[in-house]
């Protein structure tokens, strides 16, 4: 079982950047596809980015495609969302996710049995 902690959310411009940073527990991290799902106040869990167990493979959401970039560093235990060019509707509670059931097709929410506390991003106009 992984446990994970995410960290790196703040307050930022509209235009701005930030690096969320999702840090795992346990020696078997790259057994893990790992995804960040988001959600807004008020709406469902969102799907955003999610990264195959090598990285070689990465998924995102049409919203944040060629401003989001999501890696991994197995051996850090860590995976990232690098958020470039924020919009207001980026705003949004960020969860880190994991998952053992597959390693291709990661773009469902459904997917992820082990989730993080999530980090807060706020975007503003």
């Known amino acids: 079982q992984v446990q994970l902690v995410e960290s790196g959310g703040g307050l930022v411009q509209a235009g701005g950047f930030l690096r969320l940073s999702c840090a795992a527990s346990?020696?078997?991290?790259?057994?893990?596809?790992m995804g960040w799902i988001r959600q807004a106040p008020g709406k469902e869990r969102e799907f955003v980015a999610a990264?195959?167990?090598?990285?070689?493979?990465?998924y995102y959401v049409e919203s944040v495609k060629g401003r989001f970039t999501i890696s991994r560093d197995n051996a850090k235990n860590t995976v990232y969302l690098q958020m470039n060019s924020l919009k207001p509707e980026d705003t949004a509670l960020y969860y880190c996710?994991?998952?053992?059931?597959?390693?291709?097709?990661?773009?469902?929410?459904?997917?992820?049995?082990?989730w993080g506390q999530g980090t807060q991003v706020t975007v503003s106009s």
């Open positions: 996710a994991g998952t053992q059931k597959r390693d291709t097709g990661l773009g469902y929410v459904n997917l992820y049995d082990y």
């Open positions: 990264i195959s167990r090598s990285g070689s493979r990465t």
């Open positions: 346990g020696r078997t991290f790259s057994s893990y596809a």
